[in-house]
């Protein structure tokens, strides 16, 4: 059952920046080249600036789920999360210099027409296969987020939230293409951050200042950075949450469709370099903030859980019910609390939809199209498919958005998803820049072992249920909260114990999903395009500009090793000429 109301302000707040999005799509709509080409509708002529494109990289995956996710994630577990903020450090110099330059220099509308350069078709058709699937599972959770958040703080039913929320980023994401989705992304970018800050803003203002904050989070034991466990089933430690979020960082930012289709939009290599750099501390900023305001919402239900006083069904409400708890003396705050979740969410879908209708148009629509035709489809006819495309993702986002209440926490369930797909995905393109020795049928083989034991393990179970620091209802005044409490404090005085039903791999941390799925590919994939090649059965003809097999074609490489691998082929040739020179001579 809802737990408040909004106000006026509140509701007034919330419409006008649904139509401000909606505005920006109709803008872009009728302005500039009017939408009319691939070329702009997909890729945003080329044209855009650093600033967006930064915004926009952060907003597209840390959305709803990370303002809902993160803060909960320390309001329940602590504070060890934060050290994956050293992971997106480590990673961003990989994405920005081994991954990005490939891409630049093809400058395709699909990323996965690297693969078919490099492997083939049928390996380009199985990664889009595998990149669509993943993207559609995680617009359901993106969407269901804030139609979770509005259920808890009004009394619009959650059904109600999400096909509003679902329409309106179909509406404008549709119409306005990338350029929409894009400046929309830089709006309500700002309105995160805002709805954070306001949550903090007030919690500190109860609670007289942010030493209050820290002090009773140390005191309550949310204050965690020293799990350097080597168990890989505990759920956080160092070493899972910087190998864990290197590769979930560098399968979103270093080959996912949708970071690239944003990356290439600008003018040149070193602007796209620079708006990855620029979305690191914009990311990291995020990060922190939210990590504390999941601290600043513990301080003020310290002493009485919502969950645990029956007020709430789950604690991904949390956030939601303490701006409703807290924020009704401000007019139209509670609203831009809400905009905010709603506008992180927006951006999230907006992406996933440009990304999807672009892989479509380019990884089925127009091969499909050639082969029943015999001859390509051009990009005038190819437009209106496309936004065809895009409003049908949209639907089938909102259909998915009711069934993603069943897949737990969401921000564990979103790692999961990018877990048990991006690992074998980052996996290919690996081998495809960095490796010459491997073939298409070694690298599919890999790519669909991997899958196969990352979705076993990343949706199999039973598994067990992540075990939370203690809360307290010793404030609280009903009676029924009370004896809820006492049954908990029952239940966490005793030592956890592993149920033996359990399987072991059932019970690794959802963090290390990526990291196993990738290593398989990766071994699974270089080792068999060597057995095969050996014994004739797999060749190797892409990588090649010649019949006859000895020049080798560098930009399919990562630049410090196609650079490498040049200076030792003009070494060979001038040792070579050197050799029949002498000869010669003699």
Same mark, same amino acid.
């Given at each position: 059952?809802?737990?408040?109301?909004?106000?006026?302000?509140?509701?007034?707040?919330?419409?006008?920046?649904?139509?401000?999005?909606?505005?920006?799509?109709?803008?872009?709509?009728?302005?500039?080249?009017?939408?009319?080409?691939?070329?702009?509708?997909?890729?945003?002529?080329?044209?855009?600036?650093?600033?967006?494109?930064?915004?926009?990289?952060?907003?597209?995956?840390?959305?709803?789920?990370?303002?809902?996710?993160?803060?909960?994630?320390?309001?329940?577990?602590?504070?060890?999360?934060?050290?994956?903020?050293?992971?997106?450090?480590?990673?961003?110099?990989?994405?920005?210099?081994?991954?990005?330059?490939?891409?630049?220099?093809?400058?395709?509308?699909?990323?996965?027409?690297?693969?078919?350069?490099?492997?083939?078709?049928?390996?380009?058709?199985?990664?889009?296969?595998?990149?669509?699937?993943?993207?559609?599972?995680?617009?359901?959770?993106?969407?269901?987020?804030?139609?979770?958040?509005?259920?808890?703080?009004?009394?619009?039913?959650?059904?109600?939230?999400?096909?509003?929320?679902?329409?309106?980023?179909?509406?404008?994401?549709?119409?306005?293409?990338?350029?929409?989705?894009?400046?929309?992304?830089?709006?309500?970018?700002?309105?995160?951050?805002?709805?954070?800050?306001?949550?903090?803003?007030?919690?500190?203002?109860?609670?007289?200042?942010?030493?209050?904050?820290?002090?009773?989070?140390?005191?309550?034991?949310?204050?965690?950075?020293?799990?350097?466990?080597?168990?890989?089933?505990?759920?956080?430690?160092?070493?899972?949450?910087?190998?864990?979020?290197?590769?979930?960082?560098?399968?979103?930012?270093?080959?996912?469709?949708?970071?690239?289709?944003?990356?290439?939009?600008?003018?040149?290599?070193?602007?796209?370099?620079?708006?990855?750099?620029?979305?690191?501390?914009?990311?990291?900023?995020?990060?922190?903030?939210?990590?504390?305001?999941?601290?600043?919402?513990?301080?003020?239900?310290? /002493?009485?859980?919502?969950? !645990?006083?029956?007020? &709430?069904? $789950? *604690?991904?409400? @949390?956030?939601?019910?303490?701006? %409703?708890? =807290?924020?009704?003396?401000?007019?139209?705050?509670?609203?831009?609390?809400?905009?905010?979740?709603?506008?992180?969410?927006?951006?999230?879908?907006?992406?996933?939809?440009?990304?999807?209708?672009?892989?479509?148009?380019? /990884?089925?629509?127009?091969? !499909?199209?050639?082969? &029943?035709? $015999? *001859?390509?489809? @051009?990009?005038?006819?190819?437009? %209106?498919? =496309?936004?065809?495309?895009?409003?049908?993702?949209?639907?089938?986002?909102?259909?998915?958005?009711?069934?993603?209440?069943?897949?737990?926490?969401?921000?564990?369930?979103?790692?999961?998803?990018?877990?048990?797909?991006?690992?074998?995905?980052?996996?290919?393109?690996?081998?495809?820049?960095?490796?010459?020795?491997?073939?298409?049928?070694?690298? %599919?083989?890999?790519?669909?072992?991997?899958?196969?034991?990352?979705?076993?393990?990343?949706?199999?179970?039973?598994?067990?249920?992540?075990?939370?620091?203690?809360?307290?209802?010793?404030?609280?005044?009903?009676?029924?909260?009370?004896?809820?409490?006492?049954?908990?404090?029952?239940?966490?005085?005793?030592?956890?114990?592993?149920?033996?039903?359990?399987?072991?791999?059932?019970?690794?941390?959802?963090?290390?999903?990526?990291?196993?799925?990738?290593?398989?590919?990766?071994?699974?994939?270089?080792?068999?395009?060597?057995?095969?090649?050996?014994?004739?059965?797999?060749?190797?003809?892409?990588?090649?500009?010649?019949?006859?097999?000895?020049?080798?074609?560098?930009?399919?490489?990562?630049?410090?090793?196609?650079?490498?691998?040049?200076?030792?082929?003009?070494?060979?040739?001038?040792?070579?000429?050197?050799?029949?020179?002498?000869?010669?001579?003699?």
């Amino acid at each position: 059952m809802p737990v408040g109301t909004f106000d006026a302000w509140d509701t007034a707040v919330l419409i006008s920046i649904l139509v401000i999005s909606a505005l920006i799509g109709i803008y872009y709509r009728y302005t500039g080249g009017k939408q009319k080409t691939t070329q702009e509708y997909l890729m945003a002529d080329q044209s855009m600036t650093t600033f967006p494109v930064s915004f926009s990289l952060m907003a597209s995956f840390m959305s709803a789920i990370s303002l809902m996710g993160v803060s909960n994630e320390s309001y329940e577990f602590g504070t060890m999360f934060c050290v994956i903020n050293i992971a997106y450090v480590l990673s961003t110099p990989i994405a920005a210099y081994l991954f990005l330059p490939v891409f630049y220099r093809m400058r395709t509308t699909s990323v996965y027409e690297y693969l078919e350069r490099r492997f083939g078709q049928a390996t380009r058709l199985s990664a889009s296969l595998a990149f669509t699937v993943q993207m559609i599972l995680y617009m359901g959770i993106a969407l269901y987020a804030p139609a979770l958040a509005l259920e808890a703080v009004t009394e619009i039913p959650r059904s109600m939230a999400i096909v509003v929320i679902g329409l309106v980023c179909t509406f404008y994401s549709t119409l306005g293409g990338l350029k929409a989705v894009l400046i929309t992304d830089v709006f309500q970018s700002f309105l995160m951050f805002a709805a954070i800050y306001a949550v903090i803003a007030v919690s500190a203002i109860k609670a007289g200042g942010f030493a209050a904050i820290w002090e009773v989070a140390v005191e309550r034991g949310r204050v965690q950075f020293d799990d350097f466990s080597l168990d890989p089933t505990v759920r956080h430690t160092w070493w899972s949450l910087i190998i864990g979020g290197m590769v979930t960082y560098l399968s979103l930012y270093g080959v996912n469709q949708t970071q690239v289709q944003r990356l290439l939009s600008v003018r040149n290599l070193r602007s796209a370099q620079s708006a990855l750099w620029w979305n690191l501390p914009i990311l990291g900023m995020l990060s922190f903030s939210t990590i504390f305001s999941g601290l600043a919402i513990f301080y003020y239900y310290r /002493d009485c859980d919502p969950v !645990l006083e029956h007020r &709430i069904e $789950k *604690r991904d409400q @949390v956030m939601p019910l303490f701006a %409703l708890d =807290t924020m009704g003396q401000y007019p139209g705050l509670c609203g831009l609390f809400v905009s905010g979740i709603f506008s992180a969410s927006l951006s999230t879908i907006s992406s996933a939809v440009t990304s999807l209708s672009a892989v479509t148009l380019e /990884d089925y629509l127009k091969p !499909l199209y050639k082969a &029943i035709f $015999k *001859r390509t489809l @051009v990009d005038s006819q190819s437009t %209106l498919p =496309t936004k065809v495309v895009a409003c049908i993702f949209g639907l089938l986002c909102i259909g998915l958005a009711f069934v993603a209440g069943s897949m737990g926490g969401v921000l564990q369930a979103s790692l999961t998803i990018f877990g048990v797909v991006g690992g074998p995905l980052l996996a290919v393109f690996t081998l495809g820049v960095c490796t010459t020795r491997t073939n298409q049928r070694g690298v %599919l083989l890999g790519f669909l072992v991997s899958l196969m034991v990352s979705f076993w393990m990343g949706f199999g179970g039973p598994k067990p249920k992540p075990v939370t620091l203690e809360f307290s209802t010793s404030g609280c005044t009903n009676a029924t909260a009370l004896l809820a409490h006492a049954i908990e404090l029952g239940a966490n005085s005793s030592p956890v114990v592993i149920e033996p039903h359990y399987f072991w791999l059932y019970r690794i941390s959802y963090m290390w999903l990526s990291v196993i799925g990738f290593l398989i590919a990766v071994v699974v994939g270089y080792g068999s395009s060597i057995v095969l090649a050996h014994f004739g059965w797999a060749e190797n003809s892409e990588i090649y500009l010649d019949k006859y097999q000895k020049q080798l074609d560098y930009d399919l490489f990562a630049p410090i090793l196609s650079r490498r691998w040049r200076r030792q082929a003009e070494q060979r040739n001038n040792l070579a000429q050197d050799e029949t020179l002498t000869k010669l001579t003699h």
